[in-house]
């Protein structure tokens, strides 16, 4: 998703540009440089990666390279390590995934950071113990196709991870009382992602038990490329616990595991735990979970949903995190 944000440079006066670009006709083998390349849906045109999967453009920097070198003892040449664009000025650290890359006449989102090596090693790893590409790698799919050579300037797009918290309360909403729950989901989604590869957005609603607004408000959310929505409130049997009822018909795939787990695991020591109707699911590529409106049962609640949530998001947004 392309925020509309201006591109990030990284050195003032002077975007970082494209070394060299670099092809190989079989995994697993040092690329070759090339006067350029030709991106289309399916990834690099003559590249082995090339193929409708998450990982068909590589990166690595030439900085990352020669300190590389500079520890083994070795010089190095773009390709070795079987990357597709070595850049130069760009500081892959900063990049986060789903950040995108405008690169000459294309676009890339990124789609992973590191890879294991292969399984027999690579030939960097096998001539000298040791890669640098697993650690420093940056992996990208093409979102817009065209051609790419040396000398082009690379442009960063940062994109966040969209999060919105809804609190369904009647008294909070009326300041009876401080909406506690909300800002503590808040606080563990940024203490959770914060020293993680990703740029979290986290934005809180308060508004009572309302089937419409809490309705309007989620398909809000859809609309805007929401990544993650978390209510908090309106999950039990009262009058006026009205939340699943509105969240279920607007999915259009429920995740009925999660909760179900969490409500037998909590549920031994406490048996009304059992009485949640918590749910999860997922509206178009946007994921809705439905919580409890106690800070305790969030806090229970989140510890088991943040251990699959990465795996999730990348999940929906058509990227196997277990592809080789």
């Known amino acids: 998703m392309n925020t509309g944000k201006r591109p990030m440079n990284h050195h003032q006066g002077a975007h970082p540009t494209v070394l060299s670009v670099n092809i190989s006709r079989e995994k697993g083998t040092c690329k ?39 520890d083994v003892g070795r010089n190095f040449a773009p390709g ?42 690579c030939t960097v790893a096998k001539q000298v113990g040791k890669c640098v590409m697993p650690r420093e790698g940056i992996f990208c ?8 050579a040396p ?53 809180n609603y308060l508004l009572p038990d309302d089937p419409k607004r809490l309705r309007a408000l989620l398909q809000q959310a859809r609309e805007d490329g929401v990544d993650v929505v978390i209510t908090t409130g309106g999950t039990g049997v009262g009058p006026r616990d009205i939340t699943p009822d509105v969240v279920v018909p607007l999915c259009d795939k429920l995740l009925p595991g999660i909760m179900d ?17 918590s749910v999860a699911g997922i509206m178009g590529s946007t994921i809705v979970f439905s919580l409890p409106g106690s800070v305790h049962a969030v806090e229970e609640y989140l510890g088991e949903i943040l251990k699959t949530l990465e795996h999730l998001i990348l999940t929906v947004h058509g990227i196997d995190p277990h592809a080789y």
């Open 32 to 70: 070759r440089p090339v006067q350029n390349i030709e991106l289309t849906e399916r990834g690099i045109v003559s590249d082995a990666h090339a193929g409708q999967w998450h990982r068909q453009v590589s990166l690595l920097s030439k900085e990352i390279i020669d300190t590389f070198a500079h």
């Open 261 to 277: 787990y969490i409500r037998l695991k909590f549920g031994a020591a406490k048996p009304t735990a059992l009485l949640s109707r």
């Open 151 to 203: 000398g082009d300037a690379i442009h960063l797009h940062p994109r966040n991870l969209l999060f919105r918290v809804l609190t369904l309360s009647d008294r909070a909403s009326q300041g009876d009382y401080e909406d506690r729950s909300g800002p503590r989901i808040s606080a563990i989604l940024n203490d959770f992602f914060g020293p993680r590869r990703w740029r979290q957005e986290v934005v």
């Open 141 to 148: 799919r093409v979102k817009l196709g065209g051609t790419i």
């Open 80 to 121: 070795e390590f079987a990357e597709n664009i070595t850049t130069l000025g760009l500081d892959l650290s900063e990049l986060c995934l789903f950040d995108e890359l405008t690169i000459g006449e294309s676009l890339l989102e990124v789609t992973q950071i590191g890879k294991s090596c292969h399984p027999d090693g």
